[in-house]
């Protein structure tokens, strides 16, 4: 065993000391020791007890540790502490910038227990009113962790869309220095929309294939390098990798069709199809006798049977969406106050309604409401709403599921809101069939209105918890309770891929920002475009009704 790793594993044992409030003297001999094992110029490794207790800084119960370590390949002092420690708050620790004292007030006053769910926080402003925290270094905290999930080589859409676009800008600009008026595209994962993004391929048409290669050296936004087929690779400085291909202008629309399609559907599409040559996608899919399907579904599901029978979904858009709910304000964990996320989804967004659903009592980590404040929110609520009017704030609440079902409070509070949002925020570790009773039982409160975040994935960082989807979707259609499509790039749950089961079977979805501050408004677009992926119409999502038709529906659920 090398040096390093033996002072990794003390290192690894003083912070873990730390985080666990042990003795401050214990620990500095033990982080001492780390340093002093990282600096010898000999090896530990082949040393008896006897010659590692004589190490400076060491001494008798140090060498020890060491020795066993060395004899075991571990420490039963530092098995025990690990035992003790979630293993996303040990993962957390090799964060730089944030040490164990910083990680202590992040898991035991937060309720945050992996990288994850602190990204998440960040991005709620949720770090910077806790103990030794503050603006500055919660967005250092937010960039080393999106530094982590770029270094996976995968990336949230949303967090490759800026380098996608501003590529795709600077590519078309200079395609106008190449004769013959070439033709652009971005095809695969990103033009589908999925949720996570490996790579981005672009497609160029040119007229003349030579000319486009020779000069692609010129181009300043990025390093191509050409590779063996004739494309050509690069990695953006924030780690996305691009790929570049060229071919002939008469061969764009085919190549384009075949890099953007999953393989089942363009083998598919194309067997009816033929070769081509084809003027734009749509002739591909009229020469197969389909009709035209959006990129977005083209994942070789039912969409080609759908085509034939000319029964696609005429898909949802952002211009549908009438208003916003399930948003956060400073009565919980918002950056900005309900007056500043209403008029701003009036006036910005051009919205007829806003719904707030600041976090309930439970979520005491949130600034969550207690009966009292909720009673002073909603004098306010009615304030403005007689300021505003027409436009409408509608009185919602985010309330916690608890670990038996039943929502946060009480009947008489709950009748009091326009609509209920309930989500599970605590006890993430039931079994299947636990989680599927526990949603159940929400699902069938006759004040729920919303089932918000099915699943309480974080992309990229934490799994869902296990849940039967039929079961919970089936439950929402027979209790008339709407699923939410949290819109939050790092969340976009309920998945995509469960949409139309959902849609099938008459439960209408809600494209929510759960934004906490006025930017985060903006998050309605990756909701629209992975309900897009769903197949979701205007006329299944709640919030596409007008100010009218969604007072009504709320009046009747209740």
Known sequence: MENKTIARNLRLLSQLMELHNENPFKIKSVANAAFKVDKLPYAVQGKSLEEIAQIDGL???????????????????????????????????????????????????????????????????????????????????????????????????????????????????????????????????YRRCME??????????????????????????????????????????????????????????????????????????????????????????????????????????????LAKEDKLPELITYEDLKGSLHNHSTWSDGVHTLAQMATFCKDNLKMEYFGICDHSKSAFYANGLNEQRLYAQ??????????????????????????????????????????????????????EEKATARLIKAIENPYTTILGHPTGRLLLSRKGYPIDFAKVIDACAANQVVIEINANPLRL?????????????GVLLSINPDAHRMEGFHDMHYGTLIGRKGGLTAVQCLNAMSLQDISEYFSNKK
């Not at 009185?395 to 670990?403: A, H, Q, R």
């Not at 749950?493 to 079977?505: G, I, T, V």
């Open 378 to 431: 909603h004098q306010e609520i009615d304030a403005l709403n007689a300021k505003l009017a027409p436009f409408k704030i509608f009185k919602g609440i985010e309330s916690d599921i608890l670990n038996d079902g039943s929502l946060d409070y009480s009947d008489d509070i709950l009748k009091t809101f326009d609509f209920v949002v309930a989500s599970v925020h605590s006890n993430l570790r039931m079994d």
């Open 59 to 189: 001494g008798k119960s140090i060498s020890s540790k060491v020795w066993e370590l060395l004899e075991t390949g571990t420490m039963t002092d530092l098995k025990d502490i690990l035992a003790e420690t979630p293993e996303g708050i040990v993962e957390m620790l090799g964060i730089k910038g944030i040490g164990p004292k910083k990680i202590g007030v992040i898991w035991k006053d937060l309720a945050i227990e992996n990288i994850g769910e602190l990204y998440y926080a960040c991005n709620e402003n949720r770090l910077i009113e806790a103990k030794g925290f503050g603006l500055k270094t919660q967005e250092e905290i937010k960039k080393i962790i999106e530094f982590r999930m770029a270094g996976q080589g995968k990336f949230l859409y949303a967090h490759a869309e800026s380098t996608v676009n501003t590529l795709y800008a600077a590519l078309a600009v200079w395609l106008n220095t190449i004769s013959g008026e070439p033709l652009l595209g971005i095809a695969g994962e």
């Open 196 to 305: 996570i993004i490996e790579g981005v391929p672009f497609l160029i048409g040119a007229d003349q294939i030579a000319e486009v290669q020779e000069q692609i050296s010129s181009f300043e936004a990025l390093a191509f390098e050409e590779q063996g087929d004739g494309s050509f690779a690069a990695t953006s400085t924030s780690g996305l990798k691009v790929q570049l291909h060229i071919v002939p202008k008469e061969d764009f629309y085919l190549n384009w069709f075949k890099l953007t399609g999953n393989e089942q559907h363009v083998t598919e599409v194309l067997a009816l199809a033929g070769s081509g040559p084809f003027e734009d996608e749509l002739s591909i899919y009229k020469a197969a006798g389909l009709a035209f399907v959006a990129p977005e579904l083209r994942e070789g599901l039912d969409e080609i049977q």
């Open 493 to 505: 749950d309920l998945d995509w891929r469960w949409h139309r089961y959902a849609l099938e079977k």
